[in-house]
């Protein structure tokens, strides 16, 4: 098997170069907040609760700890010529609202037509988690998530789609419970060829989207 490993690309966003708190300090901002909410951090109820919150917090914003292109460097060759849409359809979506850090839950479509080379599927939902598990909105998700397997693999097009509810929306603020938001990008074929866009949104059930660019 013929394995290539494409020069890295620049990397995605950094997060901040300031020194990172200690698990202890997170924890002290956590007491904090349950003081500044009203109640008592020492009661048994919430005496652990700061530890568990910060452990919670390295689960939820592991993808600052992933490199998007690393999960793409390995890709195969023998593909046989294989040069159709490789489509990963209904990926579960967790992220968090950099805005109030609550919760965007969803699914996303990911699709792309190769250009001689391909990787393996679980890479397209890793590469969505990486992105996903940091603080998000979600029309810049969807373009990570595109941009950076465009610009590893060179693909001949890349598609993605994401529909999420924003609990910043549904149960805070304007509390609309049932509204879901939708984005989409496309590059390269699905962009400039309107059989090849048809043909993807068809795939995904999502002919509404079928006008867009």
């Given at each position: ?96 609202c950099e805005h109030h850090m609550v919760p ?27 992105y996903a598990k940091r603080l998000q909105i ?76």
């Amino acid at each position: 098997m013929n394995i290539r490993t494409p020069p890295r690309p620049l990397a995605a966003d950094q997060a901040s170069a300031e020194p990172r708190p200690t698990r202890e300090e997170a924890e002290a901002a956590v007491r904090t907040l349950l003081r500044w909410t009203g109640d008592d951090p020492d009661r048994e109820g919430l005496v652990d609760t700061p530890a568990r919150v910060v452990r919670a917090y390295e689960e939820f914003f592991a993808g600052y700890e992933t490199d998007p292109v690393e999960l793409l460097a390995r890709s195969f060759e023998e593909t046989d010529g294989y040069d159709e849409m490789v489509l990963l359809r209904d990926i579960r979506l967790e992220s968090h609202c950099e805005h109030h850090m609550v919760p965007i839950i969803g699914r996303a479509h990911i699709a792309y037509i190769p250009d001689g080379r391909v990787v393996g599927i679980s890479k397209l939902a890793r590469v969505l988690e990486a992105y996903a598990k940091r603080l998000q909105i979600q029309e810049k998700l969807t373009a990570q998530v595109a941009n950076c397997i465009n610009d590893v693999l060179k693909p001949k097009g890349v598609a993605v789609v994401i529909e999420a509810a924003h609990q910043c929306m549904t149960t805070r603020g304007i509390h609309k419970p049932g509204v879901s938001m939708v984005t989409s990008r496309m590059l390269g074929a699905f962009r400039d060829d309107p059989t090849t866009r048809r043909e993807f949104l068809a795939m995904i059930g999502s002919p509404r989207l079928g006008a867009e660019g």
